[in-house]
């Protein structure tokens, strides 16, 4: 039994390295441009431990995301959210708090150096809303598009600037920005 413990905690670290290592990398560098090599040399792990774990850097970022998926599952699902129900400010606020404290990570995950894919793919976790009531879908998918593509923005221009405002007041304007978008808003 310890010797799989061991096993586990050592196979736990390997990835923790190597996801530290991604995150890193992500911060000046395109996915498309980061190699396994640099990776392995970054986490100081050779690449056949590498591949025993994952078969590419897309593998690896795959894996970055899922867990980051599950982890807004998490603070969601305390939530009782549904589609009657939109997110509130409070939860908003829950989950930039998750944001700001793995900010290197959303820095890379919501960078230009990620796949657009998986930006929509967290934002459609993260901001869970549903106001178009009455409104065809074709209409309804513009509107989340428009909505999905300025939260990106916003987090993105947040996480850069070292995020100077408090995770209530972010809550505030992007909340505002996808009721009311930019009309009547005041600073």
């Not at 190597?18 to 980061?34: C, G, Y």
């Not at 809303?129 to 923005?153: E, F, N």
Request: proline share 2%; aromatic share 8%.
């Amino acid at each position: 039994m310890l010797d799989t413990d061991k096993k586990d905690r050592r196979v736990k670290y390997t990835i923790m390295m190597l996801n530290n290592a991604l995150i890193e990398l992500m911060q000046t560098e395109h996915i498309s441009k980061i190699s396994v090599k640099s990776l392995c040399e970054k986490a100081d792990v050779n690449r056949s431990t590498f591949y025993a774990h994952f078969t590419d850097q897309y593998a690896l970022l795959d894996y970055t995301y899922t867990e980051v998926i599950k982890n807004i599952k998490n603070h969601l699902d305390k939530q009782n959210l549904n589609e009657k129900k939109p997110i509130t400010i409070e939860t908003l606020n829950q989950l930039l708090v998750y944001v700001k404290e793995n900010a290197d990570l959303f820095k890379a995950l919501l960078s230009d150096n990620c796949d657009p894919d998986i930006q929509r793919k967290i934002m459609n976790e993260l901001i869970v809303y549903h106001p178009y009531v009455g409104i065809d879908k074709r209409t309804k998918d513009y509107l989340a598009a428009y909505g999905m593509t300025g939260c990106i923005s916003i987090l993105q221009i947040w996480l850069k600037d070292g995020m100077p405002e408090s995770t209530d007041r972010m809550s505030e304007i992007i909340m505002h920005a996808l009721d009311k978008g930019i009309t009547g808003f005041k600073g």
